[in-house]
């Protein structure tokens, strides 16, 4: 009997045991256990590639399929637009001034398709990795993917924009030859045209008539004549993911220019803001004792890169105290500061301050852009937003996105 009770009550103490066990195990399982991830998320992964086989599709040529993220992750199939008499896909991206000169035409047009069964598209085939900072003088973006969001809002994309710039694992079977590059399919997806948006570039003189006049003969199941069915593409040039050796010699060319640094006086600098020159003026004031100057520098240098074969000079000027001329250097050429770089001569900030003018309040980084004569078109008191002054630039009339 005494055997029982106890086998009994050993049973309960168990059983609470275990299912308080089990309990903390749960517990601690649900706040261990990571988020589950959306299906429709993305993480954009571009990478090096080895060269590949670029197809030529020709008229009556199938749409090849595709499975390629949209700029809010969403992911689009071929099959999605099946229900559409006509499909339209337009190979572009965020960078290349020609295809900047075309979207508005494109946005246009979609909404003159509306509800007429022709699904169009755009898609960025370009490696991001691909583009060097030189060939971004006529944009404030690249053609990564987080890019790719900000001009689709910046824009108003009325259309699905989608990224195949990792590995360029579906434009290949395309082979588009220059953004902007536009294909138009029939209701079978068989290859009706291939060239053109219109042959107009300049904003404003061109209406898209290329690619309306092929998808109203698609529309009606007419072939269009062999001389309008195909035509070039002018644009740039496809940045695929291994013809990067251009950039890694451009990229090493760079680093190897010589960094100086020279002292300016109070007066050099008055003459230095008048900018008597016929070409836009960006000059940051910074110091190697300043936290947010020598975050934000690296950008400054990336921005002479973008913009220094057009009407553009970026300089900078440290207000490091003359005896710290060294280190200044030092800082300069570790971020491959190859451009106009001074240091003020005089101990007296205030009179530096003078002489930038009443607007500034002494604090560091300040960073001023000027057109020729001196007036300033942009000033920006503390840190950049990089975005933000890339754009004041490319969209002041003697910059401009397009040729």
Request: proline share 6%; hydrophobic share 35%.
């Amino acid at each position: 009997m005494h055997y029982s009770i106890r086998k009994i009550f050993l049973c309960i103490v168990y059983l609470s045991t275990a299912f308080l066990f089990f309990q903390c195990g749960k517990s601690s399982k649900s706040t261990e256990e990571p988020v589950a991830v959306s299906a429709d998320s993305f993480v954009p992964n571009p990478q090096v590639v080895s060269e590949q086989t670029i197809a030529k599709l020709a008229i009556g040529d199938k749409a090849p399929p595709f499975n390629l993220p949209d700029v809010d992750g969403k992911f689009h199939s071929l099959e999605d637009y099946a229900d559409s008499e006509v499909f339209v896909v337009n190979f572009t991206c965020n960078h290349c001034p020609t295809a900047q000169a075309y979207e508005d035409r494109y946005i246009d047009l979609v909404k003159e398709y509306e509800g007429k069964s022709v699904a169009i598209i755009a898609i960025s085939s370009n490696s991001p990795i691909a583009v060097l900072p030189e060939e971004l003088g006529y944009t404030d973006l690249g053609d990564y993917y987080e890019e790719m969001k900000i001009r689709a809002v910046d824009k108003g994309y009325n259309f699905p924009y989608l990224y195949d710039g990792d590995t360029h694992e579906f434009s290949l079977a395309y082979g588009p030859t220059a953004t902007p590059h536009v294909f138009v399919f029939d209701k079978n997806r068989k290859l009706t045209y291939s060239g053109r948006i219109d042959a107009s570039e300049k904003p404003g003189t061109g209406n898209s008539e290329d690619l309306r006049a092929a998808i109203e003969a698609t529309l009606r199941g007419e072939a269009l004549p062999a001389e309008s069915a195909q035509t070039p593409a002018f644009g740039c040039s496809m940045k695929w993911a291994w013809k990067n050796e251009y950039t890694i010699k451009t990229n090493k060319d760079w680093s190897e220019r010589p960094v100086t640094i020279e002292k300016l006086s109070p007066s050099g600098l008055a003459d230095l803001l008048k900018n008597d020159t016929d070409e836009l003026l960006l000059v940051n004031f910074w110091a190697t004792w300043c936290g947010p100057c020598i975050i934000e520098y690296p950008e400054f240098v990336t921005i002479q890169r973008m913009y220094g074969e057009r009407d553009f000079q970026f300089v900078s000027v440290s207000m490091d105290t003359p005896d710290q001329a060294d280190k200044a250097l030092k800082f300069l050429k570790g971020k491959e500061s190859a451009l106009p770089n001074y240091i003020m001569d005089t101990n007296d900030k205030y009179e530096v301050i003078k002489v930038v003018g009443s607007d500034w309040d002494g604090s560091l980084p300040i960073t001023l852009l000027i057109e020729p004569g001196g007036k300033v078109a942009y000033r920006v008191p503390g840190t950049i937003d990089a975005l933000k002054l890339k754009k004041a630039i490319v969209d002041h009339p003697m910059i401009g996105r397009y040729y």
